[in-house]
């Protein structure tokens, strides 16, 4: 079994800063892109922050210049820095991982995983 962990999440208020973290845990070998979503309940999921295994990093327009992200390969963790909090940034946020390898067998990948999706609430 492999899963994603997420924490982190809660409550801020505007100009606050959170930090989300996700531990990729299990049978686990080879991480290729992680990355954070959000999505609030009727809207589509967006894309906020990718990061790949070379690490080459992707930003969502919304959050340029406040989040970045960061991945700790031997911990198997990456990690959202959220500062100068917005009320707009209240959603619920998702880890994800692509091309993730089993540990014991190489050659077997995994499907995208996705966590359960931690809260983040920001008041004005």
């Known amino acids: 079994q492999v899963r994603l962990v997420e924490s982190g999440g809660g409550l801020a208020q505007a100009g606050d800063s959170l930090r989300l973290s996700c531990l990729a845990d299990?049978?686990?070998?080879?991480?290729?892109?992680m990355g954070w979503y959000r999505q609030s309940q009727g809207s589509l999921r967006e894309r906020v922050a990718r990061?790949?295994?070379?690490?080459?990093?992707e930003y969502g327009d919304s959050v340029k210049g406040r989040f970045t992200i960061t991945r700790a390969d031997h911990k198997r963790t990456v990690y959202l820095q959220m500062n100068s909090l917005e009320p707009e940034d209240t959603d619920v946020y998702y880890c994800?991982?692509?091309?993730?390898?089993?540990?014991?067998?190489?050659?077997?990948?995994?499907?995208?995983?996705w966590g359960q999706g931690t809260l983040v609430t920001v008041s004005s």
């Open positions: 990061i790949t295994n070379g690490g080459i990093i």
């Open positions: 299990g049978n686990i070998g080879a991480i290729g892109a």
């Open positions: 994800n991982a692509e091309e993730v390898t089993s540990a014991t067998m190489p050659r077997t990948r995994y499907p995208e995983l």
